[in-house]
C-alpha cells in the first residue's frame, strides 16, 4: 500500500541550509512532490521530481531522489524566516492522487 | 493567469445539514481533485474527476459526493454532517491526468457545530 513518513518538526539558523526527509513506499510513484504551508492558507506546489530523476536543483531548492531506497529530499538554501512552514512530501502513484506525508515544521530562528 | 479559486472561504454548519463547496480550476485545466484536511487524518484523498468522470476514489463514506461541469469546474457535497467532518478542504488542478503539476486553491474552512 501507500505510506509516506516525514519527521515533524526541523529547527535551523537563518543563513543555514535546512534538510527535510521524507520516505515512501510505493514503487510505482510516478511524481513526488513537496508543497509548502503557511498557517490558514493552502498548500504552495515548491518543486516536484520524475521517478525517473535523481535531482533536481530550482533556486533555493534541491530535491534529491533514491528511488532504490525510496527515500526523499529538500534541500533549502540560505533559509530564511519566510521559509517557516509546514513542508508536506507527497507520491503520486495512479491517476492524479497524492497520498500525502505527515509534515515536517520547519522554524527558522533568526 | 489566476489560480485555483474555492468559494466560499469559511462555513459553519450545524450536524445533520449538507453543504455544497465549489472549486474553479486554473484556465485550461480539466483535473480536478479533493482532499480533506484534519489535524488527526492529515491530508486525505476524497475523489478526483477529469473530463465530468470521476476517475478515482479515496476511502470516505457516502455522504461525500462530488462532480464536475462541462467548464471543469466542480463541485463537492457532504449530506448529513457530522462534527469530524470539520476540516479545511483542498481542490487541486491539473491540466489532465499525468500532467506533473498539481495546484491547490486557498481551500474552504467548514466548521459543524
Known amino acids: 500500500g501507500e505510506d509516506v513518513e516525514q519527521s515533524l518538526f526541523l529547527s535551523v539558523r537563518e543563513g543555514d541550509s535546512s534538510v527535510i526527509n521524507c520516505t515512501y513506499t510505493?514503487?510505482?510513484?510516478?511524481?513526488l512532490y513537496w508543497y509548502k504551508q503557511e498557517p490558514g492558507a493552502g498548500l504552495q506546489l515548491l518543486t516536484y521530481?520524475?521517478?525517473?530523476?535523481d535531482m533536481k536543483q530550482d533556486q533555493r531548492l534541491t530535491v534529491l531522489l533514491n528511488k532504490k531506497d525510496k527515500h526523499l529530499s529538500l534541500r533549502i538554501a540560505d533559509t530564511q524566516t519566510g521559509d517557516s512552514a509546514i513542508y508536506f512530501c507527497a507520491e503520486r502513484a495512479a491517476g492524479n492522487k497524492l497520498t500525502f506525508g505527515g509534515g515536517t515544521r520547519v522554524l527558522v530562528k533568526p | 493567469k489566476a489560480g485555483v479559486t474555492q468559494t466560499p472561504r469559511y462555513l459553519i454548519k450545524t450536524r445533520g445539514q449538507q453543504v455544497t463547496l465549489s472549486c474553479s480550476p486554473i484556465?485550461?485545466?480539466?483535473?480536478v481533485s479533493w482532499y480533506q484536511q484534519t489535524p488527526g487524518q492529515g491530508l486525505q484523498f476524497l475523489f478526483e474527476y477529469f473530463s465530468e468522470t470521476q476517475r478515482n476514489k479515496g476511502n470516505f463514506p457516502g455522504r461525500f459526493s462530488g462532480r464536475q461541469f462541462s467548464n471543469s469546474r466542480s463541485e463537492m457535497n457532504v449530506s448529513t454532517l457530522e462534527l469530524g467532518d470539520s476540516a479545511l478542504y483542498l481542490c487541486?488542478?491539473?491540466?489532465?491526468?499525468?500532467?506533473?503539476?498539481?495546484?491547490f486553491g486557498p481551500g474552504t474552512r467548514l466548521t459543524v457545530t
Open positions: 521530481i520524475f521517478s525517473n530523476m
Open positions: 487541486a488542478s491539473s491540466l489532465n491526468q499525468g500532467a506533473g503539476e498539481q495546484y
Open positions: 484556465s485550461g485545466h480539466r483535473s
Open positions: 510505493d514503487s510505482s510513484s510516478t511524481y
